[in-house]
């Protein structure tokens, strides 16, 4: 079912072009009128209200040096036969005194309707310029005497008459606007007259081609120009249409014709389709298999590099004891003709012993280094493939960590506080938590110490309420604010291009919240280094 469109009619379109265009130019104008209206009456009333306070301010000026007691009565009396327009509500005069104080003296109200207001002295610098207010205004100006301020004047004075007038402008606006309107609709309506005609007549023609289905008759000549144009296009469309259906009709019954041979090309390419289908899924069946290989074989490359890494690190003391005891062998040789053809003197005996107790010592320490090598990596893997739950001493694990990390720390001249009791002894999972102290350790000897002479690790460890409680601290370089919502994502590391693979805190994150069903949260209040908590369940054990 084809979508309804929403049309609307040329007149509609017309009349509401002509009325919108009015509208929009009538108020542009309007609007720019009144506002032109309004902000020269403002400036008016403030230029009257300037004028009349600096000529009450000369006029009162006799009256504040005046030492008679009913100055201030005559100056109000003075005041109401001076102002002689309806513009100004209030006036208040305001003497100030040989102290510098500032006192009420005098005052002005337009008529009864006009009450008293309080002074306005504590305002005077404030209204030293003209203020608005919803009605009125109001302005303070200095009463001076020979560059003496004997005083100041507040004077308010009306909107209201500006306000009336621009309201009866609004009004006149708005009915000449109506006006406007009503003749826009006018116009439109007699210019979609006009033009409608013509148009009428061609809708009527096309509607009777169409219902006889007489596709070679022809349009006439139109008075608009636009409308033949439509009219010489819509008459060779309908040359062309009378032309396409002779044309469908003839290939209709060519279709008719092959109709049969395709049913039989596709009864044969369905039996191919089939078999072809059987192959897909044997071929798939293979990919199958062929996928599992594939993870085997993954798997066999990561203990590649795995053995491949261990023989790298053993490599290095196991050659050493194999060149001393190669060493030794020769000098052994040297010793043993030396005897047997009866040359052998004291001095290169004595120099065989102390060369060969050196050649002894350094075969037993790489040896003893490449076992401790060896006892290190087959913890490392025994900790990593654990995931089963012992009893064991929570400090005894520290300890452990702490001798691991020992030759780093001891490089790395850092300082590390363990806070645990020696006594606590609980059922969880040791590989996990030796790899997130492992990693945290790391991390801060890699990143929070950088370029430092010293750092701070304490690690404060507590039980509470079958939770085990973990805060690790360093006093390092910190993390920047823009790493910390994102520290435990994966791949984010300070030292892309250094080595750093970013996946160190990304897997203390896994193992805290998966492998020991716990939380861990980084305080980002501090203004050095960094402090994670670490939180997990745990089952106390007797000792």
Request: hydrophobic share 40%; net charge negative.
């Amino acid at each position: 079912m084809p979508h309804l469109i929403n049309t609307m009619s040329l007149h509609s379109r017309l009349v509401q072009s002509i009325m919108a265009l009015s509208t929009i130019i009538l108020l542009t104008v309007s609007m720019s009128i009144i506002k032109l209206v309004d902000e020269q009456g403002n400036q008016n009333i403030a230029s009257e209200t300037r004028a009349w306070a600096n000529i009450l301010a000369k006029s009162s000026s006799p009256f504040l040096q005046s030492d008679n007691d009913n100055s201030q009565s005559k100056l109000k009396s003075e005041l109401v036969k001076l102002i002689s327009t309806p513009l100004i509500n209030r006036i208040h005069i305001y003497r100030t005194n040989e102290d510098g104080s500032i006192e009420y003296f005098s005052s002005y109200n337009k008529n009864h309707k006009f009450p008293a207001i309080s002074d306005k002295i504590d305002k005077i610098s404030q209204l030293s310029t003209i203020q608005y207010e919803e009605n009125h205004l109001e302005l303070i100006v200095k009463i001076t005497q020979d560059q003496r301020v004997l005083g100041y004047l507040f004077i308010q004075s009306s909107l209201l008459e500006k306000q009336s007038f621009i309201r009866k402008l609004i009004y006149i606006t708005l009915g000449f606007l109506l006006f406007a309107l009503l003749f826009s609709f006018a116009v439109s309506q007699w210019l979609f007259d006009k033009s409608n005609q013509p148009i009428g007549k061609l809708i009527e023609d096309i509607g009777q081609i169409s219902q006889n289905k007489n596709y070679q008759t022809q349009l006439a000549i139109q008075p608009y120009k636009e409308l033949d144009m439509l009219a010489k296009n819509i008459n060779i469309l309908l040359l062309r249409t009378d032309k396409h259906i002779n044309t469908i009709i003839d290939e209709h019954q060519y279709a008719l014709s092959q109709n049969q041979a395709l049913e039989n090309k596709l009864s044969a390419r369905t039996n191919a389709l089939k078999e072809s289908n059987q192959e897909l899924l044997s071929t798939l069946e293979k990919l199958h298999e062929f996928q599992g290989q594939l993870v085997e074989t993954e798997k066999m490359a990561s203990l590649g590099d795995l053995v491949a890494g261990i023989a790298h690190e053993v490599n290095t003391p196991i050659g050493l004891g194999v060149t001393a005891s190669s060493l030794l062998a020769d000098k052994l040789s040297e010793i043993k003709t030396a005897f047997e053809d009866k040359t052998l003197k004291s001095s290169q005996l004595k120099k065989f012993l102390t060369d060969g107790d050196e050649n002894v010592s350094i075969i037993f320490r790489n040896l003893e280094r490449a076992a401790k090598l060896i006892s290190s990596f087959k913890k490392v893997a025994v900790d990593q493939s654990s995931a089963e739950c012992r009893t064991f001493n929570v400090k005894g694990l520290l300890d452990e960590v702490l001798l691991t990390l020992s030759a780093k720390i001891k490089s790395a001249n850092v300082t590390l506080s363990v806070i645990c009791p020696d006594d606590l002894y609980i059922n969880s999972k040791p590989g996990p938590i030796n790899q997130i102290l492992i990693n945290l350790i790391l991390n801060s000897i890699y990143h929070a110490f950088e370029g430092l002479d010293h750092g701070t690790i304490t690690i404060n460890v507590m039980n509470l309420s079958d939770q085990l409680h973990i805060n690790y601290s360093d006093d390092g370089i910190g993390i920047d604010d823009t790493m910390k919502t994102k520290i435990f994502d994966p791949f984010t590391t300070t030292k892309r291009g250094s080595g750093g693979s970013g996946l160190g805190m990304h897997l203390v994150y896994n193992l805290v919240t998966q492998a020991l069903d716990g939380h861990i949260v980084l305080e980002d209040d501090l203004e050095h280094g960094v402090s994670f908590d670490i939180t997990f369940p745990v089952e106390l054990a007797s000792t």
